[in-house]
């Protein structure tokens, strides 16, 4: 019985052993363990064991959530260039750029002398419905006064948007009333367009401009390409130069609209991302139409997506500059915070199957992000033999045309950057921003009268006589830039185009400033020759003993590995919108 009975007591005392061992283990482990960790299985524990130490044993008090922010995008820095995070504060303003709207109050601005003035209302917007006008200075938000040095656009923007339906109180001067005026605002939809223009250059010929490739994107193109063929279009101009690409799906559907059924667009393949092939599905609207695609240094991505599928399927000829360079798909992915990371998760190819990513090394690469200027140095912009194409990434389009990978997409037709006219005083007054100041103050000053021309055509005849270059050397000399006759003249016709293009802007819009600048813009009169004469499909070249050694040597030529290394004056002047 006594046996029995002391059995009893020896799951308790098993128990009081391991609790009295776990509290002995914790506490040498506290006082005497130094700076081991412990055992770490895995590098991402080590982190979150690095970031528990931390706020409990550093010397002073860490705010742990900056931490994790600033910490957050040095990590992605470390993949490669285009794999990024996105705090929760910008992550709606950089999701809007895409989506097609955005909720605010209808307003387009620039901030002059400390003061947000409004360039333009939004046809229909929440600001014009309460009677909000061009030429109105914003002084007060909300009974605050909102001037002085420290506001920015992206201070402004971030307080004219805001929830729909929420309401906002302006103070604004406007130059007619002795008396601020209040305007109580409730923020709304505001629609955000990603095809900046679409007109007939010609009576046979159309031109579209494309500034990114967003949710609605694929929408506007065909209402474009509807209204161009009421016109009796022919032929088509689609300018994607300074377009930074954007959703890889919208340029998939846009191409889709020129290929024929069966025409490869794209493919993607990654580590944990099988090969994935876009294909034409016959149903597009312009398979036969002549196309030329206009790129420059600034078309990237989407837009390569784009010209890539145009220029391998010999659809259409490609027209300007070698293109940006990027052949990385990023993936988005949430965090419950609100905070977002862009991931890069695979590469896209071409059609030939190359992929246009240019080198880059691993981390903060400052030659990646300062390659234009490495371009500019060459003399890439002003002489297509500066150009330096990777042989050993030579493919083939379908019609035997080679094209190289490695660094962006080639033009089929290179057009120089002209730099006739260009002297230090032009670059002295645009660099002070001295062009954009006197535009916005003439426009200003003269709101009335230029307001009375119906179109980008009868403003310029007028503005010709208004002797606005002499106008504006005064303005210049005024801010203390020395006045240079023989330099202004050298320069004329540059400032001249200019002055006229931003009053254009700032009176009539977007789409009447692209017309204007469009008429001596050399890249799309080449564009417009290539219509004319009839040569915007390519045609196969005449095979050569060398291409055909090339040829061969490239059946044997294994699969190149793209975008990695292994040792480490178009400038639209838009104004931001809230």
């Known amino acids: 019985m006594r046996t029995n009975s002391s059995f009893r007591f020896t799951p308790l005392i098993i128990a009081i052993s391991v609790v009295v061992g776990i509290l002995i283990g914790t506490f040498y482990a506290k006082h005497y363990g130094g700076n081991r960790l412990g055992i770490v299985n895995g590098s991402s524990n080590k982190l979150n064991a690095l970031l528990r130490v931390i706020d409990d044993q550093y010397v002073d008090t860490v705010n742990m959530n900056d931490l994790v922010e600033k910490a957050m995008p040095q990590i992605l820095a470390e993949l490669d260039p285009h794999s990024t995070y996105i705090p929760a504060q910008k992550l709606e303003e950089v999701n809007s750029e895409l989506e097609g709207s955005f909720s605010g109050v209808g307003i387009q601005f620039t901030i002059q002398e400390d003061t947000i003035h409004v360039n333009s209302v939004v046809a229909g917007g929440p600001a014009e419905k309460v009677g909000v006008m061009a030429g109105d200075r914003i002084v007060r938000v909300d009974d605050s006064l909102f001037v002085g040095k420290t506001l920015t656009n992206e201070k402004a923007m971030r307080t004219l948007k805001g929830p729909k339906g929420s309401q906002v109180k302006l103070g604004i001067k406007r130059a007619t009333e002795k008396e601020l005026l209040d305007f109580v605002i409730t923020r709304g939809d505001i629609p955000q367009n990603t095809i900046n223009a679409a007109y007939m250059l010609n009576n046979d010929f159309g031109y579209i401009q494309i500034s990114k490739f967003g949710r609605t994107t694929h929408v506007e193109l065909l209402n474009a390409i509807a209204q161009l063929s009421h016109q009796n279009c022919k032929g088509l101009v689609i300018d994607l130069r300074e377009n930074t690409g954007g959703y890889m799906e919208a340029a998939i559907r846009m191409v889709n609209e020129f290929l024929s059924e069966g025409k490869l667009i794209v493919y993607t393949q990654g580590r944990k991302y099988p090969r994935t092939e876009e294909y034409a599905n016959g149903t597009g609207s312009c398979q036969n139409m002549p196309l ?38 990023q993936q988005p992915i949430d965090f419950s915070d609100g905070s977002a990371i862009r991931l890069t998760i695979a590469r896209y190819y071409t059609p030939s199957g190359r992929c246009i990513q240019r080198p880059y090394e691993n981390g903060n690469d400052s030659k990646y992000e300062m390659d234009w200027l490495t371009r500019y140095e060459h003399g890439e912009f002003f002489s297509k033999d500066s150009v330096k194409l990777d042989k050993s990434m030579r493919y083939s389009t379908s019609l035997g045309r080679p094209v190289y990978g490695g660094g962006g997409i080639m033009p089929d037709v290179f057009v120089p950057q002209d730099t006739t006219g260009v002297s230090s005083y032009l670059i002295e007054v645009g660099n002070k921003g001295l062009l954009i100041q006197f535009c916005f103050q003439y426009t200003d000053h003269n709101r009335a009268k230029l307001s009375e021309f119906e179109n980008e055509e009868t403003l310029l005849s007028y503005l010709k006589q208004q002797n606005i270059v002499e106008q504006f050397v005064h303005f210049a000399s005024s801010k203390g830039v020395k006045r240079r006759n023989l330099l202004i003249n050298k320069s004329r016709k540059l400032l001249e185009k200019s002055l006229y293009g931003n009053i254009i802007y700032n009176i009539q819009g977007q789409e009447p400033y692209i017309r204007y600048i469009n008429q001596s813009d050399a890249t799309v009169l080449k564009a417009l020759e290539i219509l004319e004469q009839g040569k915007a499909f390519p045609q196969a070249p005449d095979e050569t003993e060398d291409m055909i050694k090339e040829k061969n040597n490239e059946q044997k030529r294994t699969a190149q590995v793209c975008g990695r290394v292994k040792n480490p004056e178009r400038s639209f002047r838009y104004a931001a919108i809230g």
Do not use: P, W, Y
């Not at 695609?293 to 010209?307: H, N, P």
């Open 292 to 329: 030329v695609v206009l790129i420059d240094q600034g078309s990237a991505s989407a837009s390569e997506i784009f010209a890539g599928a145009i220029q391998d399927n010999d659809r259409g000829t490609i027209v300007g500059l070698r293109s940006f360079g990027k052949g990385l798909v």
